[in-house]
């Protein structure tokens, strides 16, 4: 992909989406696995800079949910961003385990938001929830809050938290959501200087 498209700088590389070591191993403390992750992005990272100096995104462990670890112990090279996921329901929906799963990376490093998002009525999921109970709080007061940027996660109608409904045309309440806070022109509010 760097061959290709590297010479493009409105091509950023994603080296991982959503690693994990175990599928079962969810919440609870630092896994300590960033190192074993950050040798094998770093091994990547020469491959594509050998081709492209374009921002490059790592995830974190458990789904790129859990970046604890990195700020400490961050990737070598320039032009490197992260990404963190949250869905409604993880950490009970509580912003306190929110900044504790982030771990304030987004204080030193550039941190993207490549997946968010609520579906009322898709029962049983990891992502079930409401504007009200996820949506406002993770987006206008923790993100906004942070200063952090996102995009919405996902225009098809089956995966999920869906966009679209199955005609591919109706926004869902969770594409609605997004729609509306895309037209208050809402953007990442600069962080004051240290």
């Known amino acids: 992909m760097a061959e290709r498209f590297g010479a493009d700088g409105r091509i950023a590389f994603e080296l991982w989406n959503e690693p994990v070591f175990d599928p079962n191993d969810l919440g609870g403390p ?3 696995r960033w190192p074993a992750l950050k040798a094998r992005y770093e091994e990547l990272l020469v491959i594509i800079r050998a081709r492209s100096a374009n921002l490059v995104l790592l995830g974190g462990d458990r789904w790129t949910h859990d970046l604890r670890g990195i ?9 490197i961003g992260y990404t ?19 771990d304030d990376l987004d204080r030193d490093h550039p941190v993207l ?8 009525t898709c029962e049983g999921t990891h992502f079930q929830g409401t504007p009200e109970s996820f949506g406002r709080p993770f987006m206008r007061k923790f993100l906004n809050g942070r200063g952090m940027s996102w995009t919405a996660w996902v225009w098809h109608p089956i995966w999920g938290p869906p966009l679209l409904e ?3 045309r109706t926004p869902t309440e969770f594409g609605r959501f997004v729609m ?3 037209a208050q022109g809402s953007l990442p509010r600069p962080r004051p200087p240290v």
Not at 71 to 79: K, L
């Open 30 to 32: 630092p896994t300590g």
């Open 71 to 79: 700020r400490s112990d961050p990737a070598q090279g320039g032009n």
């Open 84 to 102: 963190w996921h949250t869905y409604a329901s993880q950490d009970d929906d509580d912003p306190v385990a929110w900044a504790r799963q982030l």
């Open 113 to 120: 938001v490549s997946e968010w998002g609520f579906c009322r």
């Open 166 to 168: 199955a005609d591919w």
């Open 180 to 182: 509306a806070h895309l």
